[in-house]
């Protein structure tokens, strides 16, 4: 008997797949086209298994579709500008664009093997200049629709790297690269102006009926919509009075100080007046600006000697702090302080000995008391007085008592800000734009695009590369040609991937997309990716979907860009940790461990800690290289195990046991088409039509099962299928049709084994490109029932009657049987209960 190799049959059937140009994506015919697309990959050097199972569910679905008579766009990929690179190329010499690409050729190296059926011929890099220079003229089209715009904003500042670090970047108030303290800088920086789509973006959530709950949720609290009341604090000195924001009015009963950001108007003021009070100002500034970075942080403040008056009692002075917690680009810059019932405001005044006042609970305060506004509590200092209200009832009620007496009105604001773009780094996009000293803000001529990156820069110093080059920023005004200078800062990668999507349906095009190739492939009808981009990757896309259709980039029907949305779970693998001579933890690779005797060891005996079912982390050694697995078991083998284990949304660990146990079925399944291959032609077996109804059974299963994205129920199934021919008493004919028919319903998970079992068993041309099996209800319908038979509660045998027996006939047939007569020895039952289609139970 023949043994599967697939280190032979893998690179021949993807040979012969590319010959054929199987999986280029073409818009002809009058097939539906079907676009599935997962979330590009970073090159940072190697894939591991974890990619596989993300690129492996769409391919499955690819296929699939192509078989089930579509037109399919499945592209890949890189996202591939960004930080990484040029630390490589600081850490270990270089150019960032030689990593960068080398890097791809790598990972597309370990790719192709694993047989994704993907139109390579599309594939581009966003560091491409043809790439990125159609995000220029994108950029430049935004500019003239007023969608993008430059405005002064606080930003995150490395001092040692002198560039701008993303809210991310910024690990306990330190720069994640240089490990400096990072300050809070005010700089003139490029903006997309997402914030004036806040309620489109989240209106338009409730028609993304095909994306996770929990994504729409998520998306919904970043944009942040809330009703509050925004009133002003009249100064006791007479000058403007501070206006604030504020979602809790009915906690204003409760207000012990107003606070205003060390960005406010008035506190610059301060601090180009006071020493102290600039001094202060510059403590604050150090750690991140993100509204959790200043929720961890120590509290902060200094008192600006302003006093203001309550707006309900003129009499109730309260003190005008800056505090460091307080974001400008939130509200107005400054709120009201009610210690009682916020728990950075309890931090503060408890910190300053400010007082606090209860609004709500008990008057007894020794913590911040905050409850959901959906909770009823008892008001003690109310606009209502002293009663039982929600939160929402109490928050209506002061607002509505503001405007009745016009001292405030109710205003809806959101959380969402307007996108920050700009990065002092290299390895990004150029923004398109000249600064000229008689015109100004200039954008460049679309002709003169792509604006390249200068090959010929240098790493070594902190920086960006690109405002010490000698000649790169030197440049004629597009406007009165006079001597100018580019901008030099580039743009945040999430530009980059927030369009890739529509370039793919014409990456040749000579404008950012191609409209009639536009309007036929999007939306992307499937997109598959990791939870972590759930906000802001999806919703920077959302925005640019919106902007590119206000432009004429892409049609109306592409304003949501994504049909449907899968968010898989992760591959997990344990980590083997030891620890070394200066008692820091020494990771191990899973070839370099050995498991015997319950636990790990190193080949010098050595034993490692064991850390079950961790993320694959490079950092912590415990990726699973596919290169390695297709060496070892092939392609198929990693393919369908991580789609077996667990539903695809959830977690999967990988184990060396699990593949050894997938690749032996693999090879079982091919033994059992080796063995129906040598069955005798006019065999004609007994259980032909037994088989052929299971068949349609699995047709009808697996079908359901891809469509639902349940993989793993799909292949249990193919699994059960699989053992039921091995053990069918069914003819050579119905044998041949049933193995062909699971190689086609394997054929998305395992496409390169079920090439060779359709071309071994005749099968005309490629699987690929055969039509998907189609369930016939009629033949999966038994005209038979088995009914087991139970003898004084156990079971003793079990009998076939049709379907629709009467129940007369069935106790007859029961009472007949071998096992009933052996126990009754002559005599009548107690009881005979018939359960039609289920059971037969006799009481002795």
Request: glycine fraction near 8%; hydrophobic fraction near 40%.
């Given at each position: 008997?023949?043994?599967?190799?697939?280190a032979?049959?893998?690179?021949k059937?993807?040979?012969a797949w590319?010959?054929?140009?199987?999986?280029?994506?073409t818009?002809?015919?009058d097939?539906?086209?079907?676009?599935?697309?997962?979330?590009?990959?970073?090159?940072?050097?190697?894939?591991?298994?974890?990619?596989?199972r993300?690129?492996?569910m769409?391919?499955?679905?690819a296929?699939?579709?192509?078989a089930?008579?579509?037109?399919?766009?499945?592209?890949m990929?890189?996202?591939?500008f960004?930080m990484?690179?040029e630390?490589a190329?600081?850490?270990?010499?270089?150019?960032?664009?030689?990593?960068?690409?080398?890097n791809?050729d790598?990972?597309v190296?370990?790719m192709?093997?694993l047989g994704f059926?993907l139109d390579?011929s599309?594939?581009f890099?966003?560091?491409?200049?043809?790439?990125?220079?159609?995000?220029?003229?994108?950029f430049?089209?935004?500019?003239?629709?007023?969608?993008?715009?430059?405005?002064?904003?606080?930003?995150n500042?490395?001092?040692?790297?002198?560039?701008?670090?993303?809210?991310?970047?910024v690990?306990?108030?330190?720069?994640?690269?240089s490990?400096a303290?990072?300050?809070?800088?005010?700089?003139?920086?490029?903006f997309?102006?997402?914030s004036d789509?806040s309620?489109?973006?989240?209106?338009a959530?409730?028609?993304?009926?095909?994306?996770?709950?929990k994504?729409r949720?998520?998306?919904?609290?970043?944009?942040?919509?809330s009703?509050?009341?925004?009133?002003?604090?009249?100064?006791?000195?007479g000058?403007?009075?501070i206006?604030?924001?504020?979602?809790?009015?009915?906690?204003?009963?409760?207000a012990?100080?107003v606070g205003?950001s060390?960005?406010h108007?008035i506190a610059?003021?301060?601090?180009?007046?006071?020493?102290?009070?600039?001094?202060e100002?510059?403590?604050?500034?150090?750690?991140?600006?993100?509204a959790e970075?200043?929720?961890?942080?120590?509290?902060?403040?200094?008192?600006?000697?302003?006093?203001?008056?309550?707006?309900?009692?003129?009499?109730?002075?309260?003190p005008?702090?800056i505090?460091n917690?307080?974001?400008m680009?939130?509200?107005?810059?400054?709120?009201?302080?009610?210690p009682?019932h916020?728990?950075?405001?309890y931090?503060?005044a408890s910190k300053?000995?400010?007082?606090?006042?209860?609004v709500?609970g008990e008057?007894?305060?020794t913590?911040?008391?905050?409850?959901a506004?959906?909770?009823k509590?008892t008001?003690?200092?109310?606009?209502?007085?002293?009663?039982e209200?929600t939160?929402?009832?109490a928050?209506?009620?002061?607002?509505?008592?503001?405007?009745?007496d016009?001292?405030g009105?109710?205003v809806?604001?959101?959380?969402?800000?307007?996108?920050?773009?700009?990065r002092?780094?290299?390895?990004?996009?150029?923004?398109?734009v000249?600064h000229?000293?008689?015109?100004?803000?200039?954008p460049?001529?679309k002709?003169?695009?792509?604006?390249?990156?200068?090959?010929?820069?240098?790493l070594?110093?902190?920086?960006?590369?690109?405002?010490?080059h000698?000649?790169?920023?030197?440049?004629?005004?597009?406007?009165?040609?006079?001597p100018?200078?580019?901008?030099?800062d580039?743009?945040d990668?999430f530009?980059?991937?927030?369009?890739?999507?529509?370039?793919?349906?014409?990456?040749?095009?000579?404008?950012p997309?191609?409209?009639?190739?536009a309007s036929?492939?999007?939306?992307?009808?499937?997109?598959?990716?990791?939870?972590?981009?759930?906000i802001?990757?999806l919703?920077y896309?959302?925005?640019?979907?919106?902007?590119?259709n206000?432009?004429?980039?892409?049609?109306?029907?592409a304003?949501?860009?994504?049909?449907a949305?899968?968010?898989?779970?992760?591959?997990?693998?344990?980590?083997?940790m030891?620890?070394?001579?200066?008692?820091?933890?020494?990771y191990?690779?899973?070839?370099?461990?050995?498991?015997?005797?319950?636990?790990?060891?190193?080949?010098?005996?050595?034993?490692?800690?064991?850390i079950?079912?961790?993320?694959?982390s490079k950092?912590?050694?415990?990726?699973?290289?596919?290169?390695?697995?297709?060496?070892?078991?092939?392609a198929?083998?990693?393919r369908?195990?991580?789609l077996s284990d667990?539903p695809?949304?959830?977690?999967?660990?990988?184990?060396?046991?699990?593949?050894?146990a997938?690749?032996?079925?693999?090879?079982?399944?091919?033994?059992?088409?080796?063995k129906?291959g040598?069955?005798?032609?006019?065999?004609?077996?007994?259980?032909?039509?037994?088989l052929?109804?299971?068949?349609?059974?699995?047709?009808h299963?697996?079908?359901?099962?891809?469509?639902?994205?349940?993989?793993n129920?799909?292949?249990a199934?193919?699994?059960?299928f699989?053992?039921t021919i091995?053990?069918?008493?069914a003819?050579?004919?119905?044998k041949?049709?049933?193995i062909?028919?699971?190689a086609?319903?394997?054929s998305?998970?395992t496409p390169?084994?079920?090439?060779?079992?359709?071309?071994?068993?005749?099968?005309?041309?490629?699987?690929?490109?055969?039509?998907?099996p189609?369930?016939?209800e009629?033949?999966?319908?038994e005209?038979?029932?088995?009914?087991p038979?139970?003898?004084?509660?156990?079971r003793?045998?079990?009998m076939?009657v049709p379907?629709?027996?009467?129940?007369?006939?069935?106790?007859?047939?029961?009472?007949?049987?071998?096992?009933?007569?052996?126990?009754?020895?002559?005599?009548?039952?107690?009881?005979l209960?018939?359960?039609?289609?289920?059971?037969?139970?006799?009481?002795?």
């Open positions: 008997m023949s043994l599967y190799d697939p032979k049959t893998e690179p059937w993807q040979a590319d010959e054929a140009g199987t999986f280029k994506a818009m002809t015919g097939k539906p086209k079907y676009y599935v697309l997962e979330m590009f990959p970073y090159p940072s050097g190697r894939i591991h298994i974890g990619h596989v993300n690129y492996t769409g391919d499955v679905i296929r699939y579709k192509l089930t008579g579509h037109n399919v766009l499945h592209p990929g890189f996202d591939a960004g990484p690179a630390n190329a600081m850490a270990i010499g270089g150019h960032p664009k030689t990593w960068t690409y080398e791809i790598t990972m190296g370990q192709k093997p059926g390579w599309r594939m890099a966003t560091c491409d200049p043809e790439y990125y220079g159609q995000q220029q003229a994108l430049i089209d935004f500019l003239a629709k007023d969608l993008v715009y430059r405005k002064n904003a606080v930003v500042w490395d001092p040692v790297d002198m560039t701008v670090l993303a809210n991310e970047q690990i306990d108030g330190k720069g994640w690269r490990g303290e990072v300050e809070r800088r005010e700089l003139t920086q490029w997309f102006k997402i789509y309620e489109e973006l989240l209106d959530l409730d028609t993304l009926e095909n994306w996770p709950a994504v949720l998520m998306q919904e609290n970043w944009i942040g919509k009703r509050g009341l925004e009133f002003g604090f009249e100064r006791v000195d000058e403007e009075p206006t604030v924001y504020t979602t809790r009015p009915d906690t204003l009963m409760g012990s100080f205003i060390p960005d108007p610059k003021k301060l601090e180009a007046e006071n020493p102290e009070i600039a001094a100002i510059a403590e604050m500034r150090k750690g991140g600006t993100t970075a200043l929720e961890k942080a120590e509290k902060r403040g200094v008192d600006t000697g302003i006093r203001t008056k309550h707006p309900l009692d003129s009499n109730w002075e309260l005008v702090w505090a917690f307080i974001l680009d939130y509200g107005t810059g400054a709120i009201f302080g009610c009682a916020d728990q950075r405001d931090e503060f300053y000995e400010l007082p606090i006042v209860p709500f008057e007894e305060i913590e911040a008391f905050v409850p506004k959906t909770e509590v008001f003690l200092r109310g606009f209502a007085g002293a009663t209200q939160g929402d009832e928050v209506d009620a002061a607002i509505a008592a503001a405007e009745r016009g001292w009105s109710g809806t604001k959101f959380r969402l800000r307007d996108w920050g773009l700009s002092q780094r290299y390895w990004g996009c150029p923004i398109p000249v000229c000293d008689d015109c100004g803000v200039v460049e001529k002709e003169n695009l792509p604006i390249e990156l200068p090959d010929d820069v240098t070594d110093i902190p920086g960006n590369p690109l405002d010490r000698p000649t790169w920023r030197d440049c004629a005004c597009p406007s009165c040609g006079k100018a200078q580019r901008e030099t580039t743009m990668t530009v980059d991937s927030s369009w890739y999507f529509a370039r793919f349906t014409a990456p040749d095009a000579k404008t997309t191609d409209m009639e190739a036929y492939w999007m939306n992307v009808d499937q997109y598959i990716g990791g939870i972590e981009h759930a802001l990757h919703l896309s959302r925005f640019f979907a919106r902007a590119m206000i432009t004429g980039h892409l049609p109306d029907s304003r949501e860009p994504f049909h949305l899968f968010t898989q779970g992760m591959v997990t693998h344990a980590i083997y030891t620890t070394g001579e200066d008692g820091r933890p020494v191990h690779y899973p070839e370099d461990v050995e498991l015997r005797d319950g636990g790990g060891f190193l080949k010098d005996g050595t034993q490692v800690k064991i079950p079912s961790a993320k694959m950092s912590k050694n415990n990726v699973v290289d596919p290169v390695e697995i297709i060496k070892a078991f092939g198929d083998t990693a369908w195990f991580v667990s695809p949304e959830r977690d999967v660990e990988w184990t060396a046991s699990g593949a050894e997938a690749s032996k079925h693999l090879n079982r399944v091919w033994m059992l088409c080796d129906i040598k069955m005798p032609a006019d065999y004609a077996g007994r259980d032909n039509e037994e052929m109804r299971e068949m349609h059974k699995a047709i299963d697996v079908t359901m099962a891809i469509d639902s994205f349940g993989f129920a799909a292949i199934k193919l699994y059960g699989a053992s091995a053990k069918s008493d003819g050579t004919n119905e041949k049709l049933a062909k028919t699971l086609q319903l394997m998305p998970m390169h084994l079920a090439e060779d079992i359709w071309a071994h068993q005749g099968g005309e041309g490629l699987i690929a490109n055969a039509p998907w189609v369930a016939d009629k033949l999966m319908v005209d038979s029932v088995t009914l038979i139970q003898i004084n509660g156990k003793r045998g079990e076939k379907r629709d027996m009467p129940k007369d006939e069935v106790e007859k047939a029961a009472l007949a049987h071998e096992a009933v007569v052996k126990a009754l020895d002559g005599g009548q039952p107690k009881k209960i018939v359960v039609p289609g289920r059971i037969v139970n006799v009481v002795v």
